[in-house]
């Protein structure tokens, strides 16, 4: 069973496009987040949500929006894909709020944007 | 906002210990986490330290804070190829909801 799960693993499209990633924990955790890990592997985050709630919203551009329907899911669309979009995007989830429990990562989504 | 840095790369002969370092600047970190991340995968929770300790010891894992410093330091003890991938320091931050901020990560090469 897979704790943290994101689609699509790979993804290659245009600039300009909009796309999205779908993330699902199945640990019943409150907390999910998104990182962005970049060419050099320099891993930021991006977003936070605690039961369907954004408590971290770090520098984004707006055409990033994180969307969480459920506390299980938390998605990422992305419009007007530059470039500068190409990155290693990660899921993560938790029971935040509550230090010292361990965020779990998904696998990645390898977005490459050409 | 936190900084946290670490050495980009280290190479250690298989059965050495290696040593990775990281320094952040937020003092009041609660909890201190190391991750590992295997080429073309996710990072998966190595070991943490609460910041009221000085050190951890979890099998061939031993972790070592300097709260004064703000040095944090990862010591793998008979290293093995299987340990070559990317650590990364990330500590709590200050405010609680689990925002860590990650290091810049540290490859290790393990050489057979």
């Known amino acids: 069973d897979t704790a943290v799960s994101q689609t699509p693993k790979y993804l290659v499209t245009q600039m300009g496009n909009d796309k999205s990633i779908k993330c699902e924990q199945n640990?019943?955790?409150?907390?999910m987040y998104w990182y962005k890990q970049d060419s050099k592997k320099f891993l930021k985050i991006m977003f936070s949500?605690?039961?369907?709630?954004?408590?971290i919203n770090e520098t984004v551009p707006n055409r990033f929006s994180p969307k969480s329907p459920d506390k299980a899911h938390l998605n990422l669309h992305i419009n007007s894909l530059e470039l500068g979009d190409s990155a290693v995007y990660f899921c993560?989830?938790?029971?935040?709020?509550?230090?010292?429990?361990?965020?779990?990562f998904g696998e990645g989504s390898w977005l490459t944007v050409v | 906002g936190e900084d946290v840095e670490q050495s980009l790369f280290l190479s250690v002969r298989e059965g050495d210990s290696s040593v990775i370092n990281c320094t952040y600047t937020?003092?009041?970190?609660?909890?201190l986490y190391w991750y590992k991340q295997e080429p073309g995968a996710g990072l998966q929770l190595l070991t943490y330290?609460?910041?009221?300790?000085d050190m951890k010891q979890d099998q061939r894992l031993t972790v070592l804070l300097n709260k004064k410093d703000k040095h944090l330091s990862l010591r793998i003890a008979d290293t093995q190829t299987g340990d070559s991938a990317i650590y990364f320091c990330?500590?709590?931050?200050?405010?609680?909801?689990?925002?860590?901020?990650f290091g810049t990560g540290t490859k290790l090469q393990v050489i057979p």
């Open positions: 993560a989830s938790s029971w935040g709020g509550r230090p010292g429990n361990t965020i779990y």
């Open positions: 640990l019943g955790h409150d907390t």
């Open positions: 949500y605690n039961n369907k709630e954004l408590i």
């Open positions: 937020d003092s009041s970190s609660t909890y």
């Open positions: 330290i609460f910041s009221n300790m």
């Open positions: 990330a500590p709590l931050n200050s405010g609680g909801y689990q925002k860590v901020t």
